[in-house]
């Protein structure tokens, strides 16, 4: 892999030894994360939820209408629809969903993800 100075810079910003785990390092809509959440992107880690809901956040703007980035809430809505938030519902229809008649396809972000060694 080859990395311009300016990746290598924020990648040992991002994942340097020694710096405050608890520094927010991004912030988008209902998503934010801290430099702890970013390292769960090493190898053999569970990926934190919000990294996977800046993911969604960011793959529905650059993708087609039709095409559906459900954040991880999604799944936890859909497997237990008794004890759910109607609110977050509401939230994640308006702003991940768009019309069925021009849906082609559905990701649903999972919480279990882990990176490959």
């Not at 109607?86 to 768009?98: A, K, Q, V, W, Y």
Request: glycine content about 4%; aromatic content about 12%.
């Amino acid at each position: 892999m080859k990395l311009t100075a300016v990746e290598l810079a924020l990648a040992a910003y991002i994942f340097g030894e020694g710096l405050d785990p608890r520094e927010v390092l991004f912030t988008a809509e209902r998503a934010q994360g801290d430099r702890e959440a970013l390292w769960s992107l090493r190898l053999k880690h569970e990926v934190f939820e919000d990294v996977l809901n800046l993911v969604a956040i960011t793959l529905k703007f650059e993708h087609d209408e039709a095409t559906w980035w459900l954040p991880p809430t999604f799944a936890h809505i859909a497997l237990n629809t008794l004890h759910h938030c109607n609110e977050m519902l509401d939230f994640i229809t308006s702003r991940f969903m768009g019309y069925v008649v021009d849906l082609k396809k559905i990701y649903a972000l999972s919480k279990r993800i882990t990176t490959a060694s």
